[in-house]
């Protein structure tokens, strides 16, 4: 065990999985000087012909990955921020996310798509928006949003060694918390949520960047003896909706946190599976505690009122806590 | 890196002119000065990316452009807002993320529009602007009055396959145009060279007249972006300009902190842009002198007002109101039929 910050323990992955499998290539734009921290020091270490900087191409990127992959590599494309999707999405929606149904299953795509995502650095509207959720309805596309370094290094490895498209999203920003980070092979399984806070009243699933807000105000609402459980889904395809259900069949109630657009965001997904398969269970209703609909402005106060925080997450929490079912 | 041409003809610009196109640098690179030190001293919510070394592109592109025109600008925008005639106090509002900022706050340093002025924004998308700018040519042609577009992109957007595609639809449709390369080598922490193929000036000549231009000599591009424009207003379709110069500071203010220690380019290689004889701004101030047009006393006067003006700017930005975050969602939609 070792004290690292996310990015580290990214760059540790990449760095044990390039020395595990020769056949995996990592590129993209600015992946030799590493301008997110995470390829650091990668090119000197296995050469140009495995990491390389690519032109500014987003579509074309895309689609050489879906191609690279094809002959036979396995692909960490680096996109920066996943805003970047947009300019690369051909061949995310109707490439990665549909070729290995439309070839009956001949084509393997074992890509990893790394970019940063979220708000909260007054980088403005199109350096921070949660995207997560147009991926999450492309269909042959997996999300993971790692929280902690050492679940950043453990999805990183089990992405990496998949044969889906995943998209692999990181807090953008200061390379992200410092955590342990377990020594040498760690992997950590998709599709597997983690409890990260127990409790007895509430059921809070706080995805991505919301988990520390969401913790904080747990914390908080310990104060006033309100017991929220916060589950951390850590990937949201696959999702683990057994955790999700499995709480709420306990607390009664639910609250979802996410970074994303109110409007088709995961946390809408989230209550909608606990409504079909988890409302008997329920004492309240589901809240969800999203960004509203709007593109995040730039000025940080106007950015901070929109992306949840402690206060509104709390408040959401007691508006269920006190609401009951006849 | 295609090598520019140095016969293009210069035309003579009258005094008051040659005095204005200086003023205008000045104006940019004083300003930026500011921000470098704003920066520095956390007074700004977001990053910065300047325009310090490339100030002659927008100046004397601009200076051929009326209000009527359009401008696409990228991420380094400040430079292109200012000389399109975007106000100084608005743009500084702006990054300091204030409601009296010309986007309200919302946008910041990487979107600053004007949209009254032809400056259809800065653009945090590498290569947006490249159909913007000729779907805004499409519709200045439409309407027949002789506007233009100008796209101000890097070396490093030309690589998006838009450019080919923008190039295409501007020539095949004979539209106004005018494609302005800031060739200034890098692309991030990325010697572009290194991600390029071919040379970037003949890709758009398979479509469409071509200049290569001294970017650090405000004339040069003037004349050469005026030639465009011309033929541009007269009907005669698109054009490629693209000027040679460089970006003095890091990709954003305090990229160090990202660089980890690395470098993809010499402490040498950034003075050398920065000598007397290629500086755009001193450059200009030595022609200035050379022609008789001011004397020293007269160029430090004109320094001291665009500095009191940078300095008032600053007190605008800092005395506005906080940004109003109950705008965001009424800005999301426009009025419904
Ligand atoms: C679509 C897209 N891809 C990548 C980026 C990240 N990015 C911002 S600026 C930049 C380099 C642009 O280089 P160039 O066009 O030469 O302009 P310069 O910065 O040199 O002015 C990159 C890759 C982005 N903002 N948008």
Request: charged share 25%; glycine share 10%; aromatic share 6%.
């Amino acid at each position: 065990m070792a004290r690292k910050r996310l990015i580290t323990a990214i760059n540790e992955a990449l760095v044990e999985e390039l020395e595990r499998d020769p056949k995996l290539i990592v590129f993209g734009e600015d992946v030799e000087l590493a301008i997110m921290g995470d390829t650091r020091g990668l090119v000197e270490r296995f050469g140009r012909d495995r990491i390389r900087n690519s032109p500014i191409c987003e579509q074309t990127l895309t689609g050489m990955a879906v191609g690279l992959a094809s002959a036979g590599y396995r692909v960490v494309l680096h996109l920066m921020f996943n805003n970047f999707i947009y300019t690369g999405m051909d061949a995310i929606g109707n490439q990665m996310a549909k070729l290995r149904l439309m070839t009956g299953g001949q084509m393997e795509l074992p890509i990893t798509v790394v970019a940063g995502y979220g708000g909260g650095n007054s980088n403005a509207a199109q350096h921070s928006d949660t995207a997560y959720s147009v991926l999450m309805n492309l269909g042959g596309i997996q999300v993971a949003v790692p929280t902690n370094s050492a679940d950043a290094k453990g999805l990183f490895k089990t992405a990496v060694r998949g044969a889906t498209p995943t998209f692999f999203l990181e807090a953008a920003g200061r390379g992200g918390e410092m955590g342990e980070v377990p020594d040498g092979e760690h992997l950590v399984p998709f599709g597997r949520a983690t409890v990260a806070r127990e409790g007895t009243d509430v059921t809070v699933v706080a995805i991505g960047r919301m988990l520390k807000p969401t913790l904080r105000a747990a914390k908080a609402l310990a104060d006033d003896s309100i017991s929220a459980e916060v589950i951390d889904p850590r990937t949201l395809v696959p999702f683990d909706e057994e955790t999700v259900l499995a709480s709420v069949a306990r607390t009664g109630r639910l609250v979802v946190v996410d970074e994303a657009r109110d409007r088709c965001s995961a946390a809408s997904q989230i209550a909608a599976v606990v409504a079909d398969r988890g409302f008997d269970s329920l004492r309240a209703p589901v809240r969800r505690v999203t960004v509203p609909d709007v593109a995040l402005p730039y000025a940080s106060n106007a950015e901070a009122a929109l992306i949840p925080g402690p206060e509104r997450i709390a408040e959401a929490v007691r508006s269920v806590t006190e609401k009951q079912f006849a | 890196m295609a090598t520019p041409r140095t016969d293009v003809r210069e035309p003579a610009v009258d005094d008051a002119t040659a005095r204005t196109l200086h003023e205008r640098m000045l104006l940019i690179r004083r300003a930026e000065e500011r921000l470098i030190v704003a920066c520095a001293d956390g007074s700004l919510p977001g990053g910065v990316h300047l325009y310090i070394g490339e100030e002659a592109v927008a100046v004397g592109a601009c200076s051929v452009l009326t209000d009527r025109d359009y401008i696409t600008s990228t991420h380094r925008g400040h430079g292109h807002f200012l000389a399109k005639g975007g106000d100084l106090d608005a743009m500084f509002a702006e990054i300091w993320g204030k409601a009296t900022g010309i986007c309200k706050g919302m946008g910041g340093s990487m979107h600053v529009a004007d949209v009254s002025k032809g400056i259809l924004g800065a653009n945090g998308i590498v290569g947006a602007g490249f159909a913007i700018a000729t779907g805004a040519a499409w519709g200045a042609r439409l309407e027949g009055e002789g506007r233009v577009a100008t796209c101000f992109f890097g070396d490093g957007a030309a690589n998006q396959g838009s450019f080919m595609e923008s190039m295409n639809v501007s020539a095949a449709w004979e539209l106004p145009t005018v494609f302005l390369c800031e060739n200034n080598g890098v692309s991030e922490f990325t010697v572009t060279s290194t991600v390029t193929g071919g040379v970037l000036a003949d890709r758009a000549r398979a479509f469409m007249p071509v200049e290569v231009v001294d970017g650090n000599d405000v004339l040069a591009v003037r004349a050469a972006v005026g030639a465009a424009v011309e033929r541009a207003r007269a009907g005669g379709g698109p054009s490629y300009v693209e000027a040679t110069t460089y970006r003095i500071r890091g990709h954003l203010e305090a990229e160090q902190h990202m660089l980890g220690g690395g470098t993809y380019r010499s402490a040498d290689e950034i003075a050398a842009w920065q000598a007397d004889d290629r500086d755009p701004v001193l450059r200009s101030a030595r022609r200035l002198l050379d022609a008789g047009i001011c004397d020293a006393a007269e160029l430090e006067r004109i320094d001291a007002d665009v500095r009191a003006r940078v300095e008032a700017a600053v007190a605008f930005a800092e005395a506005g109101p906080a940004a109003d975050p109950e705008l965001a969602p009424q800005l999301m939609f426009g009025p419904t039929a």
